[in-house]
Nanobody, 121 residues
Framework: QVQLVESGGGLVQAGGSLRLSCAASGSIFSINTMGWYRQAPGKQRELVAT???????NYADSVKGRFTISRDNAKNTVYLQMNSLKPEDTAVYYC???????????????WGQGTQVTVSS
């Protein structure tokens, strides 16, 4: 069994910063892609950023230059540093981790429980 624990959300004023963390634990053989998604009220969940095992990153256009995704493979943890936050960044943020629970098995997707980020104007 695999558990993902997110932390770091909260309320911040526009222009402020927050750092999200997501730590995976349990029956993990290896972790492939790690990422962050968000869902605002009344909207579909959308990609924020992803990072490969080798460190290649991908960002939504709306967050480029403001958010930075990183990972610590030794700790099975992914981070999202969010700077210059805007009210439109308000959403529930979910981490996503694609991993293998054993060798020669297909990758599985796991999601964190979600953490609320609220940016006031």
């Amino acid at each position: 069994q695999v558990q993902l624990v997110e932390s770091g959300g909260g309320l911040v004023q526009a222009g402020g910063s927050l750092r999200l963390s997501c730590a995976a634990s349990g029956s993990i053989f290896s972790i492939n892609t790690m990422g962050w998604y968000r869902q605002a009220p009344g909207k579909q969940r959308e990609l924020v950023a992803t990072i490969s095992r080798g460190g290649s990153t991908n960002y939504a256009d709306s967050v480029k230059g403001r958010f930075t995704i990183s990972r610590d493979n030794a700790k099975n943890t992914v981070y999202l540093q969010m700077n210059s936050l805007k009210p439109e960044d308000t959403a529930v943020y979910y981490c996503n981790i694609r991993l293998l629970i054993a060798a020669m098995t297909p990758p599985l997707d796991y999601w964190g429980q979600g953490t609320q980020v609220t940016v006031s104007s």
